[in-house]
């Protein structure tokens, strides 16, 4: 097993189970296909398994780093975001949806996807690189977030929250009787969400 599966904490974890997308964050492994460092670039980004028949060997020497992810929200709530390539109609529907629901940022759609990157990156790792996190009425949270309860992250839908494992979500349980809870999604990203995107959810 490698250590290329990424959890909502947006740790890089070891673990048979498979993704649904895949990830970069640049090149962190060494030759011997160990993790290293925690990103190389700003630009984190989520893309789809297969893009026009190319097929790669996992963590090549001196080639970006392939991630994986149970589903999008999880990506989301380790501070990726869909790429412009291969992922084009979303990362448009991103870009628009994330500046509806963040307009105090003056951008629009011309403004580079970069700037964008450079708040994403305050939101989601301290200079120490160490998750953030927030605090936020649990009842005014979207779809698609992930909070902290009894100390694992779990994802929020329809009112239910469902513990995440490597290998898909437990069954829902009632929102717990707190008003405050913490969360994981980075704060501009549950923003967008409120403002009607929609994350790829792994619970059918």
């Given at each position: 097993?490698?250590?290329?599966?990424v959890n909502p904490f947006g740790q890089l974890i070891k673990t048979t189970a498979r993704g649904a997308w895949l990830g970069n964050r640049g090149v962190i492994h060494n030759e011997d296909k160990e993790i290293v460092r925690a990103f190389k670039i700003k630009a984190w980004i989520?893309?789809?398994?297969e893009f026009r028949g190319r097929h790669r060997e996992i963590m090549q020497p001196d080639r970006w780093t392939e991630l994986f992810f149970l589903d999008e929200a999880t990506a989301?709530?380790?501070g990726h975001r869909p790429c412009f390539q291969c992922r084009y109609k979303d990362h448009q529907r991103f870009k628009e949806f994330w500046l509806k629901g963040n307009p105090q940022y003056g951008f629009d759609m011309k403004t580079p996807v970069a700037k964008i990157d450079d708040i994403l990156q305050a939101?989601?790792?301290t200079a120490d690189k160490l998750k953030v996190t927030y605090q936020e009425k649990l009842k005014a949270l979207p779809n698609g977030t992930f909070v902290i309860y009894d100390d694992k992250s779990h994802l929020l839908k329809d009112n239910?929250?469902?513990?995440?494992?490597?290998?898909?979500?437990?069954?829902?349980?009632?929102?717990?009787?707190?008003?405050?809870i913490t969360v994981l999604t980075p704060r501009s990203i549950v923003n967008m969400f409120s403002?009607?995107?929609?994350p790829q959810i792994g619970i059918y």
């Amino acid at each position: 097993m490698l250590q290329n599966r990424v959890n909502p904490f947006g740790q890089l974890i070891k673990t048979t189970a498979r993704g649904a997308w895949l990830g970069n964050r640049g090149v962190i492994h060494n030759e011997d296909k160990e993790i290293v460092r925690a990103f190389k670039i700003k630009a984190w980004i989520t893309c789809v398994l297969e893009f026009r028949g190319r097929h790669r060997e996992i963590m090549q020497p001196d080639r970006w780093t392939e991630l994986f992810f149970l589903d999008e929200a999880t990506a989301f709530s380790a501070g990726h975001r869909p790429c412009f390539q291969c992922r084009y109609k979303d990362h448009q529907r991103f870009k628009e949806f994330w500046l509806k629901g963040n307009p105090q940022y003056g951008f629009d759609m011309k403004t580079p996807v970069a700037k964008i990157d450079d708040i994403l990156q305050a939101e989601r790792i301290t200079a120490d690189k160490l998750k953030v996190t927030y605090q936020e009425k649990l009842k005014a949270l979207p779809n698609g977030t992930f909070v902290i309860y009894d100390d694992k992250s779990h994802l929020l839908k329809d009112n239910l929250l469902y513990l995440w494992s490597p290998a898909g979500y437990q069954k829902g349980i009632r929102l717990p009787n707190v008003d405050i809870i913490t969360v994981l999604t980075p704060r501009s990203i549950v923003n967008m969400f409120s403002a009607g995107y929609v994350p790829q959810i792994g619970i059918y």
